[in-house]
């Protein structure tokens, strides 16, 4: 038979001790099957079967079979068609600064919380795709763009710039990926990939102020 990949229970004190949801998939993540109880969805019929937290947990495994990395970040594509990822946890600024390019002629942004780096086929370049997860800026794009810089987000008095080391720069990224920690082939693939960006692109820690001076800084850099 097809070989097993992992089985997802989801529990919520709300709704009792049983599960409300469980999903089964094949290895591959190709293949599954999603079981709701009924009289929990029964006045939402008919329901999404991939909604929210499943919907990212597949995702993420499913990456980690040799596809990319989901990572808590803002992704910008600029006028010049520079693909620029600020990358932070929660509070770091991410939808802030998404705003702020989203003031200027030309931007786009694929993401103000979360986006997905990964190799693109034929030529194998990383590469930086919008989700559907936004942040409380509700920014989410359906677009890509080629991985040019990656900056770490950080408060400060002023714009400025500081490089990262390669090894530094992939425990960071490390840090703010989502990764099956759980599943031994998806973290080691997950964890070669975030070093390959590392040592592929430049990766600075970006101290901003929380005006477009931030978004002039960096367009200059």
Known sequence: GTPRGATFV?????????????AEFDAGYARGTVTLRREVFAERLPVYPLHYPLDEVFMVHLLSRGLGVELHGSGVITPDGRGLLFVGQSGAGKTTLSRLWLQEPGVTVLSDER???RRREGDGRLWMYGTPWHGDGHVATPGS??????????HGARN???????????ARLFSVGFTPFHDADGLAFSLDLLGDVAAAVSCDELSFVPDRSAVAFVSGC
Do not use: C, D, H, N
């Not at 763009?145 to 950080?154: G, I």
């Open 145 to 154: 763009v080629r991985l040019s810089r990656v900056f770490f987000l950080k």
């Open 10 to 22: 989801f529990t919520s004190p709300m709704l009792g001790e049983r599960p409300y949801q469980m």
């Open 160 to 170: 400025a710039l500081t490089p990262i080391a390669r090894t530094e720069a992939a």
């Open 115 to 117: 986006v997905i780096v």
